[in-house]
């Protein structure tokens, strides 16, 4: 068995760039910053800032072209894909990039955008939660009842 998952939160390094395929499909690419911080041997804050590739396709990758810019915190999750490439210099090399298949929009509805901007969240498809049920209260003389969920319709 073998898993390749991804989940990455970050900010966008530049605006996404749409395009379409000859099928009409969309395709959204743009670049995401992770980082990390860490205190250093002597007490200094250190801090690594990881580039990524990302690409969403079809329908994800249109909602990201209209809503996200440079600057937007996003939560991404999907796959990491390489590929090989010879470059101008003759060495072949290897790239990475991740295909995007859930992206949640993080932070305010100003976040990455100028104050021009208007911006309108796209309806979410998750339901809010259920609210949970209080199981009743037992008593001591009430029998405890192991199945009580049977009847209820949902």
Same mark, same amino acid.
């Given at each position: 068995?073998? &898993? !390749?998952? &991804?989940?990455?939160?970050? /900010?966008?390094? /530049?605006?996404?760039?749409?395009?379409?395929?000859?099928?009409?499909?969309?395709?959204? !690419?743009?670049?995401? @910053?992770?980082?990390?911080?860490?205190?250093?041997?002597?007490?200094?804050?250190?801090?690594?800032?990881?580039?990524?590739? &990302?690409?969403?396709?079809?329908?994800? *990758?249109?909602?990201? !072209?209209?809503?996200?810019?440079?600057?937007?915190? &996003?939560?991404?999750?999907?796959? =990491?894909?390489? /590929?090989?490439?010879?470059?101008?210099?003759?060495?072949?090399?290897? @790239?990475?990039?991740?295909? *995007?298949?859930?992206?949640?929009?993080?932070?305010?509805? !100003?976040?990455?955008?100028?104050?021009?901007?208007?911006?309108? @969240?796209?309806?979410?498809?998750?339901?809010?939660?259920?609210?949970?049920?209080?199981?009743?209260?037992?008593?001591?003389?009430?029998?405890?009842?192991?199945?009580?969920?049977?009847? =209820?319709?949902?």
């Amino acid at each position: 068995m073998s &898993v !390749n998952k &991804v989940i990455l939160v970050g /900010r966008l390094g /530049r605006d996404p760039e749409t395009r379409y395929m000859p099928n009409g499909d969309a395709i959204t !690419n743009f670049s995401l @910053a992770t980082d990390e911080q860490w205190r250093d041997r002597n007490g200094e804050r250190q801090t690594r800032t990881e580039w990524h590739n &990302v690409s969403l396709y079809g329908k994800l *990758g249109e909602i990201a !072209n209209q809503y996200l810019r440079k600057g937007s915190q &996003v939560f991404i999750e999907g796959k =990491i894909q390489s /590929r090989k490439y010879t470059g101008k210099d003759g060495i072949e090399r290897t @790239a990475y990039n991740i295909i *995007g298949n859930e992206m949640r929009m993080l932070g305010d509805r !100003n976040d990455g955008f100028d104050s021009g901007n208007n911006y309108a @969240a796209p309806p979410t498809s998750n339901p809010p939660p259920a609210p949970r049920r209080q199981p009743p209260q037992q008593t001591p003389t009430t029998p405890q009842i192991d199945d009580i969920d049977d009847d =209820i319709p949902f």
